[in-house]
Nanobody, 118 residues
């Protein structure tokens, strides 16, 4: 089993920055994808960034060139650097891990609140 724990959320002014962390308890190895999702009140959950076990990253159009996903395998941690934050980025951000080989499974963290407001 794998547990994910997000941290780093908080209140920031428009144009500011935050770095979110997703720490994994339990080994993640083989072929996998780590995703950052977000969900604002009344909205559907949407994926904003992904990183694969091969290091390939992808971003939603709304955060491209502002957010950066990265990993530190030694710390079993994935990060989401968020720059030039906008009020529309306000949401609960969730870490999600999808394992495909040799383990198969999907895991979610509990979320961390990001609020962008002046």
């Amino acid at each position: 089993q794998v547990e994910l724990m997000e941290s780093g959320g908080g209140l920031v002014q428009p144009g500011g920055s935050l770095r979110l962390s997703c720490a994994a308890l339990g080994d993640i190895f083989g072929v996998y994808t780590i995703n950052w999702y977000r969900q604002a009140p009344g909205n559907q959950r949407e994926v904003v960034a992904t990183i694969g076990s091969g290091g390939i990253t992808r971003y939603s159009d709304s955060v491209k060139e502002r957010f950066t996903i990265s990993r530190d395998t030694a710390k079993n941690t994935v990060y989401l650097q968020m720059n030039s934050l906008e009020p529309e980025d306000t949401a609960i951000y969730y870490c999600n891990a999808v394992l495909t080989w040799p383990r198969v499974g999907e895991y979610w963290g509990q979320g961390t609140q990001v609020t962008v407001s002046s």
